[in-house]
């Protein structure tokens, strides 16, 4: 979707902000809302691809002034109320309200642990081989999906060069609207900087991103 | 926010979604045991292990899973080259992807719209506001992690740290060299 | 500028908030911020465009979050700042704050009821012939000029028809960051939604734009 | 945003930068004397009169001036003509261009983001949102006002309306239908 999520190139935020020997965390409810995403991605009941279109669909005035693990929250709250896991009274309430219904078996540390040491990799058994190699030249599609993608706006329609087959990943455009996991090759496209934000811009500037086949045609 | 998140976890705990040790495991590894050290001593490593440093650009998640590093974030893990005439910077735009397992959480300028707007358009720009003023004949590539590959800059060397330790060299290896938005520290630093 | 409010084609704003029997202002502060607005605008200390890039200059959190009076009331706040006509004390206090600088001459109801009958027309003589006529196909530019332009990003790079010479007009890129008035041929580009949106978008769509020859390049 | 605005008056006057004749010129002007009305008028005249309808999409700054609307906002007037196939509808997504001297000063959903973000991608989704169902064959032509052009529909004249006077023709025409974003009102919807 072209919502504010997808913000490459935009103007007008200012300059970055750093923060010196910044911590992990600025606030005990920011651990929580860290901790509560993860564990309950854990039980698998929707995906990562699921949970970053959800947070993106937040109203751009929204998720422009939320703060980061403020998202989170917002998305985990409307998450758990599209999946019927709790109430508008509950959140309010700030419990669980009778009857409740439990969760078949809660996430423990064991599974926690197990999630990080091993993480979720993404690549799968290709059905059929890749159409694009090194070296070929490929344009970004066209294209403007109102569901989930991870084709920047930014390089839609500019013509880049494959530098690296990456091999065969989850669809995240499928996974997050159809939760299918419908793998196609994934691939390493770089342009350069001219190409995507004019000849007036730096010569010596080169942009690379991942961009799985169906987002990509022969330039 | 607190009010909020308080009734998220007292709802998922009390409809038995998660158990409290899961949320206190989560915040103490990321917190207290994964953070930017782990990259740095992969990065010292390929600084001073030549068979180390050529398997670590052919195949990065193996390489690094060799030091005991990987998994959540990590599956699919990329190192780029520094070279004199190369600078590598990565950025998501799309959200705030980061190889947890070996720099930890992202900062909050990583997440923020100013980098993430600009990482890919004005680099140049961005590094200068970062201290990093690099001449204009060096080539920036920047790589936005729009899929489930993580990124992990092996900057240059330090000149003047021949015969160093991986652990003294780990030393020099800041969070933000291995982002590409710094460079890593001198000798002379490391007394400062 | 690559602003917040360059939201063409933009996803995750929402229905259309249809008011009926809509009031022409929704609150005396809204006719006041209308007024001060328009009334200051005919002294002619900024032009127009310099007001537009201003008012697209607020950041896109604050943007996308004020009423659209409101964005009025904060550009006209910047504006009095940038141009030494107030300070921020004054705007605290709410009031003027001895030594006063007085301006040279206040805007008087005629000159606003002129403003309003004869307005101000944005054709000059020409320099030049048009490069472009009607039928020919043009291509927009992909440019990323941080300052005021008039060419939205959805049309950046695509390929339209020219429809109409309208004139030799103001350039607003000019006129707002030099607030010289540069003039270039004016023309109204028909591009087709598919060129714009994709294969999948409306194939009974067009969208016309006014682009100035700077814009377009022969396609 | 009260007392911003009355900090700004207070300042303005104080310094003497405007009357306050001058603000309420504008507000009396915007808000009683310019409006729909003055659109309808003009549509009428060119549902009635085939020499000013050739004129007004030949010239509509020249032909409007001569029912004595133009000036502010409408110094570059372009009429657009709807047909049985195609359907005009006006937006501007920069800003909130808005041709004021014959329509008025623009309602908040012509100035809002869902409309500006959505008018040059989805016109067809958007009009059924104003009630509009076009059939999927008639083309949408949207009109994005990026320059000083400013655009007034011209709908298709309602059926049963021969012999009606310009005066009466004028009641059906409504600001969203001279937007694009509506259609005339019908001869039934008069006597409700």
């Known amino acids: 979707m072209n919502g504010a999520a997808d913000m490459g190139g935009m103007h007008g935020f200012g300059p970055v902000t750093i923060e010196p020997n910044e911590p992990v965390f600025h606030a005990d409810w920011e651990k929580k809302a860290f901790a509560l995403n993860m564990a309950i991605g854990v039980a698998n009941i929707w995906n990562l691809d699921e949970f970053r279109f959800a947070r993106e669909s937040l109203p751009p005035p929204q998720y422009l002034n939320m703060s980061y693990y403020g998202l989170w929250v917002a998305t985990l709250e409307n998450m758990m109320l599209d999946h019927g896991m709790t109430t508008p009274d509950e959140l309010k309430r700030g419990h669980a309200i009778e009857p409740i219904k439990k969760a078949e078996q809660p996430v423990n540390a064991a599974q926690v642990a197990n999630m990080i040491r091993c993480g979720s990799p993404y690549d799968r058994p290709a059905g059929a081989p890749a159409k694009f190699k090194p070296g070929d030249k490929v344009r970004a599609r066209n294209m403007h999906p109102k569901t989930h993608t991870r084709l920047p706006r930014y390089v839609r329609g500019h013509t880049g060069e494959v530098v690296r087959v990456v091999g065969c990943h989850v669809f995240p455009d499928s996974n997050a609207s159809k939760r299918v996991e419908e793998p196609h090759w994934l691939y390493t496209v770089r342009f350069e900087g001219r190409e995507l934000w004019g000849p007036d811009s730096d010569p010596k500037v080169r942009v690379a991103i991942e961009a799985w086949e169906p987002y990509l045609e022969p330039a | ?192």
Chains 1, 3 share one sequence.
Not at chain 2, 164 to 190: F, H, I, N, Q
């Open chain 2, 1 to 192: 926010m607190q009010l909020r998140v308080r009734a998220l976890e007292s709802i998922l705990l009390e409809k038995g979604y998660v158990e409290p040790a899961a949320l206190d495991e989560l915040i103490e590894t990321y917190e207290k045991k994964i953070g930017p050290r782990n990259g740095a001593r992969v990065v010292a490593k390929a600084w001073t292990d030549p068979a180390f440093r050529k398997w670590l650009f052919e195949d990065g998640t193996a390489a690094v899973a060799s030091l005991g590093y990987g998994g959540r974030s990590a599956n699919h893990l990329v190192a780029l080259e520094n070279t004199p005439s190369v600078h590598n910077m990565v950025v998501c735009t799309l959200c705030s992807c980061y190889p947890w397992a070996v720099l930890g959480l992202p900062p909050l300028w990583y997440k923020s719209a100013p980098y993430r707007s600009r990482a890919v358009a004005e680099p140049r720009a961005v590094l200068r506001e970062f201290g990093v003023a690099l001449p204009e004949d060096v080539e920036i590539r920047v790589w936005d992690s729009t899929a489930e590959l993580r990124y992990l800059v092996v900057p240059l060397r330090p000149d003047g740290t021949d015969g160093w330790s991986e652990e003294k060299l780990a030393d020099l290896v800041t969070r933000d060299s291995m982002v590409g938005t710094g460079l890593p520290k001198r000798p002379g630093d490391l007394a400062a």
